[in-house]
């Protein structure tokens, strides 16, 4: 059975930094795409970034790129989430989803994990 | 980027209704569309991808169509499991992936 397991959200002061993970299991990990999607508070979804099972290419959208890092750990069937210079917009639920092989939407979501930005 | 849209933004309905939610897209993107279901509290759930093919496990009484810049999203006679808010998503040209502003179905 695939799962997806985010850890790592928090309360965190503007500017600040913060780490999130994505667990992985049920699956070959390395051979899929991997994607972060948020969802502030009564809003839509919004795609953050996207990781390729080689790690490279790697997009951002606009409203974070420079600001947050994707990355994976094959090994550790893992995926993550580097957010440095948060703000109060960045609150969220943050969710890892996976990109199907042949599928070529986003057939698996994690439950999310919350990401509150506030002094 | 390519921009989606969504119509209607709120719909109400009866158990037993038949259902319609459209996106549009701003430039075409073949079929490379996708259907979420998402109930509050919840991650989302892929329903259809391709436009038109039902994820595994998704009840046949969920159906899309569409190509190029129009879909659409049916929903043959509304479940009560069924209330919930539906997004499209594009995975044709990117980044970004785009998903549209979303559709809540709610009981009337």
């Known amino acids: 059975e695939v799962q997806l397991v985010e850890s790592g959200g928090a309360l965190v002061q503007p500017g600040g930094s913060l780490r999130l993970s994505c667990a992985a299991s049920g699956f070959t990990f390395s051979t899929y795409e991997m994607n972060w999607v948020r969802q502030a508070p009564g809003k839509g979804l919004e795609w953050i970034s996207y990781i390729s099972g080689s790690a490279t290419p790697i997009y951002y959208a606009d409203s974070v790129k420079g600001r947050f890092t994707i990355s994976r750990d094959n090994a550790k069937n893992s995926l993550y989430l580097q957010m440095n210079s948060l703000r109060a917009e960045d609150t969220a639920v943050y969710y890892c989803?996976?990109?199907?092989?042949?599928?070529?939407?986003?057939?698996?979501w994690g439950q999310g994990t919350l990401v509150t930005v506030s002094s | 980027d390519i921009q989606l849209t969504q119509s209607p933004s709120f719909l109400s309905a009866s158990v037993g209704d038949r259902v319609t939610i459209t996106c549009r897209a701003s430039?075409?993107?073949?079929?490379?569309l996708a259907w979420h279901q998402q109930k509050p509290g919840k991650a989302p759930k892929l329903l259809i991808y391709?436009?038109?093919t039902l994820q595994t496990g998704v009840p046949s009484r969920f159906s899309g169509s569409g190509s190029g810049t129009e879909f659409t999203l049916t929903i043959s006679s509304l479940q009560p499991e069924d209330f919930a808010t539906y997004y499209c998503?594009?995975?044709?040209?990117?980044?970004?992936?785009?998903f549209g502003p979303g559709t809540k179905v709610d009981i009337k």
């Open positions: 998503q594009q995975v044709n040209s990117y980044p970004p992936f785009t």
């Open positions: 430039q075409g993107i073949s079929s490379y």
């Open positions: 391709d436009a038109s």
């Open positions: 989803a996976r990109r199907g092989r042949y599928i070529k939407a986003f057939d698996y």
